[in-house]
C-alpha cells in the first residue's frame, strides 16, 4: 500500500475513531493521542492492510484496544455532564421550566455516574450501540465478540441502570 492508498482508506475513518476514542476515554487531547498511534501502527502495517475486509471495523478494534490500556493506566472517571464526551441530554430544550431543565440535568448527571460505574464492557458497548447508533453485526467486527455476547451485555447495562434510577426515585419517593 501506497500513501495516496493509504489516505483514501485510512485518514476517512479518523473523525470516526477520534470520537470513539473521545467518548471511551473523555478526553480530547488522549483521544488525539490514540488516533495519531493508530496512524502510525497501521502505516507500519500498510502492506498488511489489503488482506483486510473493513477498515473500519479494524480501526475501531484497534482503538478499542488502545484506549482499554489507557483506561486500565489510569483510574477509571466517571462520565461527567459537564465534560466534552460524556452522554448529553439537549440543553437547547427551553420548552421546560427552569425547575423541569434543573431536574432533567440532575437526571442525566446521575444517569452518567450509573453508566461510568458499569464494567467497561458493559459502558463499551452500551456506548457503541446507543451513542454511536452502531449496528450489532458492526459492533462484533470491532469487538471480535458474537452478537449474542453484545446484547446479553447490552441488556444487562441498560438494566442496571434502568433498576439503580428506580431505586433512586423510590428513595426520593419515601
Avoid at 478526553?27 to 502495517?45: S, T
Avoid at 477498515?55 to 475501531?60: K, L, N, Q, T
Avoid at 489507557?70 to 448529553?88: A, T, V, W
Wanted: proline share 2%; glycine share 2%; hydrophobic share 35%.
Amino acid at each position: 500500500m501506497d500513501a495516496k492508498e493509504f489516505k483514501e482508506r485510512v485518514l476517512p475513518v479518523s473523525h470516526k475513531i477520534f470520537k470513539y476514542a473521545n467518548r471511551l476515554l473523555s478526553n480530547e487531547h488522549d483521544a488525539e493521542d490514540v488516533v495519531q498511534e493508530i496512524w502510525l501502527k497501521l502505516w507500519d502495517k500498510k502492506d498488511e492492510l489489503g488482506y483486510i475486509k473493513s477498515m473500519e471495523a479494524f480501526a475501531f478494534r484497534m482503538t478499542r484496544n488502545l484506549c482499554l490500556d489507557k483506561i486500565k493506566l489510569k483510574k477509571p472517571k466517571y462520565y461527567d455532564d459537564r465534560e466534552e464526551g460524556s452522554y448529553r441530554y439537549d440543553e437547547a430544550d427551553h420548552s421546560l421550566d427552569p425547575e423541569s431543565r434543573l431536574e432533567q440535568k440532575d437526571t442525566m448527571e446521575r444517569v452518567n455516574q450509573i453508566i461510568g460505574r458499569l464494567p467497561e464492557q458493559q459502558k463499551t458497548l452500551l456506548q457503541m450501540r446507543d451513542v454511536e447508533g452502531l449496528e450489532y453485526e458492526e459492533i462484533a467486527d470491532i469487538t471480535g465478540l458474537e452478537i449474542n455476547a453484545i446484547r446479553v451485555n447490552i441488556s444487562r447495562a441498560r438494566k442496571k441502570v434502568r433498576e439503580t434510577i428506580q431505586k433512586m426515585y423510590q428513595s426520593w419517593n419515601i
